[in-house]
């Protein structure tokens, strides 16, 4: 989509190595490499995540209802559920949401559950995390740390509910760690700002299968739907700078017609208020970016599936720079 006249290229690659010493300690080493095309940032860390994990370190919880777990380093904070699958390989479709609203940073995350088994209840999740919250990776250039916190639950089986938040803390001219549509830059005229951001996130699966939690393309559920809704709003007290906010979310549709074959299709959006206008999102200065996608995938065995997808992509605003970005995709995605 990149080129009128096609191009075959690969302008983003990533190779992670894992050591895990131990049955509770594991060491995790991403390197990401780009050709620093349009649309892809140049200066993003060669070492993407770098990070210690320690799983059930406190032998003292096991005979309690509490467990923690922790991550030490640069990682993924867990802000969300598509962060998890906003990847050609995990996602049912070959793209992400409009938004991908997500966040890597340096810092410690703790997570855990919660056993309520003893009122009837199912065990309740949680995370948090504290990290810089600017851009500058591998660099604390002493502003406020950010500060992830999310609450999951599932209430009956096929249902799973998750609540999200973020607050950057102070970032003064620095971009934010935390990216909306690629937007992630201080507000036009801002010397001081902070961003804070919620989500709430659900999923239901029809004839749930065995795989419940795992990526939406390798679910055996028969049916699956999920539901997110967001918002945003970048705060600044610069005098003569326009605050910014804005809400986001997706409704996603996966169908397994058979054991091997599945349809999928997603709606979603990023939309600024009126008080911003026009910002870059998606690479496309707009005030609000619509995708439509529909696709289709073939699991030609446990790890390897062969997907199809088509994605229309709509901006609107005063501002608007229009695009011509509407992608047909194919591509064979593989994880072992």
Same mark, same amino acid.
């Given at each position: 989509?990149?080129?009128?006249?096609?191009?075959?290229?690969?302008?983003?690659?990533?190779?992670?190595?894992?050591?895990? !010493?131990?049955?509770?300690?594991?060491?995790?080493? #991403? $390197? /990401? @490499?780009?050709? &620093?095309?349009?649309?892809? %940032?140049?200066?993003?860390?060669?070492?993407?995540?770098?990070?210690?994990?320690?799983?059930?370190?406190?032998?003292?919880?096991?005979?309690? !209802?509490?467990?923690?777990?922790?991550?030490?380093? #640069? $990682? /993924? @904070?867990?802000? &969300?559920?598509?962060?998890? %699958?906003?990847?050609?390989?995990?996602?049912?479709?070959?793209?992400?949401?409009?938004?991908?609203?997500?966040?890597?940073?340096?810092?410690?995350?703790?997570?855990?559950?919660?056993?309520?088994?003893?009122?009837? @209840?199912?065990?309740?999740?949680?995370?948090? %995390?504290?990290?810089?919250?600017?851009?500058?990776?591998?660099?604390?250039?002493?502003?406020?740390?950010?500060?992830?916190?999310?609450?999951?639950?599932?209430?009956?089986?096929?249902?799973?509910?998750?609540?999200?938040?973020?607050?950057?803390?102070?970032?003064?001219?620095?971009?934010?760690?935390?990216?909306?549509?690629?937007?992630?830059?201080?507000?036009?005229?801002?010397?001081?700002?902070?961003?804070?951001?919620?989500?709430?996130?659900?999923?239901?699966?029809?004839?749930?299968?065995?795989?419940?939690?795992?990526?939406?393309?390798?679910?055996?559920?028969?049916?699956?739907?999920?539901?997110?809704?967001?918002?945003?709003?970048?705060?600044?007290?610069?005098?003569?700078?326009?605050?910014?906010?804005?809400?986001?979310?997706?409704?996603?549709?996966?169908?397994?017609?058979?054991?091997?074959?599945?349809?999928?299709?997603?709606?979603?959006?990023?939309?600024?208020?009126?008080?911003?206008?026009?910002?870059?999102?998606?690479?496309?200065?707009?005030?609000?970016?619509?995708?439509?996608?529909?696709?289709?995938?073939?699991?030609?065995?446990?790890?390897?599936?062969?997907?199809?997808?088509?994605?229309?992509?709509?901006?609107?605003?005063?501002?608007?720079?229009?695009?011509?970005?509407?992608?047909?995709?194919?591509?064979?995605?593989?994880?072992?």
């Amino acid at each position: 989509g990149s080129f009128s006249s096609g191009s075959f290229e690969m302008p983003d690659a990533k190779i992670q190595f894992s050591f895990q !010493p131990d049955e509770v300690n594991t060491v995790v080493m #991403r $390197f /990401k @490499l780009d050709n &620093g095309v349009t649309g892809i %940032s140049t200066t993003s860390p060669l070492l993407d995540y770098f990070y210690l994990q320690s799983k059930d370190f406190l032998p003292s919880l096991k005979e309690t !209802p509490f467990s923690l777990s922790s991550r030490l380093g #640069r $990682f /993924k @904070l867990g802000f &969300g559920e598509e962060t998890w %699958s906003d990847n050609p390989i995990e996602s049912v479709l070959p793209s992400n949401s409009a938004a991908k609203a997500g966040v890597s940073d340096e810092g410690l995350e703790l997570a855990g559950k919660i056993k309520l088994d003893k009122i009837g @209840l199912k065990p309740l999740g949680w995370v948090t %995390s504290i990290s810089n919250g600017n851009n500058t990776a591998g660099s604390d250039s002493g502003q406020g740390k950010a500060f992830m916190g999310k609450l999951y639950y599932t209430p009956i089986d096929p249902l799973y509910l998750s609540a999200s938040y973020y607050d950057s803390g102070r970032l003064k001219l620095s971009a934010s760690e935390f990216s909306i549509a690629g937007l992630n830059s201080r507000p036009t005229a801002a010397t001081d700002w902070k961003r804070k951001v919620w989500e709430l996130d659900a999923r239901y699966d029809f004839k749930k299968g065995k795989k419940l939690l795992d990526p939406p393309a390798y679910s055996d559920s028969k049916a699956i739907v999920r539901l997110s809704y967001g918002g945003f709003h970048d705060i600044t007290s610069t005098l003569g700078a326009i605050e910014r906010s804005g809400g986001f979310g997706f409704l996603e549709g996966t169908y397994n017609l058979t054991k091997k074959a599945y349809v999928a299709t997603r709606y979603s959006y990023v939309d600024l208020n009126e008080d911003a206008t026009g910002y870059s999102l998606n690479s496309v200065t707009a005030n609000k970016y619509d995708r439509y996608s529909l696709g289709t995938g073939y699991r030609w065995s446990d790890n390897t599936i062969l997907k199809v997808g088509y994605d229309w992509n709509r901006e609107t605003g005063p501002s608007t720079n229009e695009a011509n970005n509407d992608q047909l995709t194919a591509v064979v995605t593989t994880q072992f």
